[in-house]
T-cell receptor
């Protein structure tokens, strides 16, 4: 079956702009999580959605937001981009939001802010 | 979430078994032990997870200590494609985030 699909793969934006990233989870998976990965901070949790509801949010400013649609697809938005937002953004999906299930990650969206 | 401790790096020869340790002395009874790995320029990949009993799958084996304060990921025959950062993570059914930490960077030499 198809894996987790993230679009676009690469993105270059200018400081101050906003960006929307998309994630299509594995069919049947209802939990979608987003992570930011940078060389300095490693993998950091952004937020998780389950059945269109945000279940938890990491320690990121309000410029970072997301949503999940009824078909479980998810988007994350970053407004007023800063240079420090340059990172690999990863999406992961799981059947349920529980420790007894593993997550499948997408290949990520590489965002560069100039 | 309880924390895990892993060595920063390990090295192995190709076609030899690799034992990657993880300490989690503050693990709770409901924490599952998850392992993920991340190859260069790719997203993390699920490897295996378990609660109390040892687990095997096509990728690896997970050996869990009887007191559950430590675990070991076992790659039975390392290949060059196993060179990656391996993350040991604890997660219970009420927690939503995977706390990746720094992981162990595995180098496999021919």
């Amino acid at each position: 079956k198809a894996g987790v699909t993230q679009t676009p793969r690469y993105l270059i934006k200018t400081r101050g702009q906003q960006v929307t990233l998309s994630c299509s989870p594995i069919s049947g998976h209802r939990s979608v999580s987003w992570y930011q990965q940078t060389p300095g901070q490693g993998l950091q949790f952004l937020f998780e959605y389950f059945s269109e509801t945000q279940r938890n949010k990491g320690n990121f400013p309000g410029r970072f937001s997301g949503r999940q649609f009824s078909n479980s697809r998810s988007e994350m938005n970053v407004s007023t981009l800063e240079l420090g937002d340059s990172a690999l953004y990863l999406c992961a999906s799981s059947p349920f939001s529980a420790g007894s299930y593993g997550y499948t990650f997408g290949s990520g969206t590489r965002l560069t802010v100039v | 979430d309880a924390k895990t401790t892993q060595p920063n790096s390990m090295e192995s020869n190709e076609e030899e078994p690799v034992h990657l340790p993880c300490n989690h002395s503050t693990i709770s009874g409901t924490d599952y032990i998850h392992w993920y790995r991340q190859l260069p320029s790719q997203g993390p990949e699920y490897v295996i997870h378990g609660l109390t009993s040892n687990v095997n799958n096509r990728m690896a084996s997970l050996a869990i200590a009887e007191d559950r304060k430590s675990s070991t990921l076992i790659l039975h025959r390392a290949t060059l494609r196993d060179a990656a950062v391996y993350y040991c993570i604890l997660r219970d059914n009420s927690g939503y985030a995977l706390n990746f930490g720094k992981g162990t960077s595995l180098l496999v030499t021919p």
